[in-house]
T-cell receptor, first 115, second 118 residues
Framework: DQQVKQNSPSLSVQEGRISILNCDYT??????FLWYKKYPAEGPTFLIS?????DKNEDGRFTVFLNKSAKHLSLHIVPSQPGDSAVYFC??????????????FGKGTLLTVNP | GAGVSQSPSNKVTEKGKDVELRCDPI?????LYWYRQSLGQGLEFLIY????????KSGLPSDRFSAERTGGSVSTLTIQRTQQEDSAVYLC????????????????FGAGSRLTVL
């Protein structure tokens, strides 16, 4: 039972264009969402997050949008750079039962940015 | 240290053997987590330690798995009688606290220990 779904295993974009990575969730108790980026042979690194009280959070080239009614979030990278090529994981947490430390991850999307 | 250190980085073992994976979290981080990533899957929560509180072991897949954290710092994940389905990358992470994972309190992951059970 996947509570966080990233339906696109891979995405390929041209350098300079926009990359849009999508994530859907099913658990309505989730109230905090994060994106992690992972290079091969390294651990995931935190990229950007958003609380359920917001619908948008921006950090430089990275913007995360949250649509609570659709239980959908997306990560936009503009402009995309070859160094952005990595696996991107969507993750969610909720305060159900007081435990907001447990992250539920999607399977990841491999982004390839072509020069 | 500057980051989360895990050892070994790679471990190949035979089915039925026991393995120990070690994690050295960032100094001062009171919360420590173990996740694992099986091939083609997302990260799966295994266990959570916070200070001196009882750990949350709800993610451990079977009683062959155990973990301890000594002195509030280093943690060891032990898998007894390994099976082929235990093959995965085991990731350790730490954070300042386990509450409100935002701002300066995000999870910092180690590079992982890749376990292969033959």
């Amino acid at each position: 039972d996947q509570q966080v779904k990233q339906n696109s295993p891979s995405l390929s974009v041209q350098e300079g264009r926009i990359s849009i990575l999508n994530c859907d969730y099913t658990n309505s108790m989730f109230d905090y969402f994060l994106w992690y980026k992972k290079y091969p042979a390294e651990g995931p690194t935190f990229l950007i997050s958003i609380s359920s009280i917001k619908d948008k959070n921006e950090d430089g080239r990275f913007t995360v949008f949250l649509n609570k009614s659709a239980k959908h979030l997306s990560l936009h990278i503009v402009p995309s750079q070859p160094g952005d090529s990595a696996v991107y994981f969507c993750a969610a947490s909720g305060k159900s039962g007081g435990s907001n430390y447990k992250l539920t991850f999607g399977k990841g999307t491999l982004l390839t940015v072509n020069p | 240290g500057a980051g989360v250190s895990q050892s070994p980085s790679n471990k190949v073992t035979e089915k039925g053997k026991d393995v120990e994976l070690r994690c050295d979290p960032i100094s001062g981080h009171t919360a420590l987590y173990w996740y694992r990533q099986s091939l083609g899957q997302g990260l799966e929560f295994l266990i959570y330690f916070q200070g001196n509180s009882a750990p949350d072991k709800s993610g451990l897949p079977s009683d062959r798995f155990s973990a301890e954290r000594t002195g509030g710092s280093v943690s060891t994940l032990t898998i007894q009688r390994t099976q082929q389905e235990d093959s995965a990358v085991y990731l350790c992470a730490s954070s300042l606290t386990g509450n409100n994972l935002s701002g300066a309190n995000v999870l910092t992951f180690g590079a992982g220990s890749r376990l292969t059970v033959l």
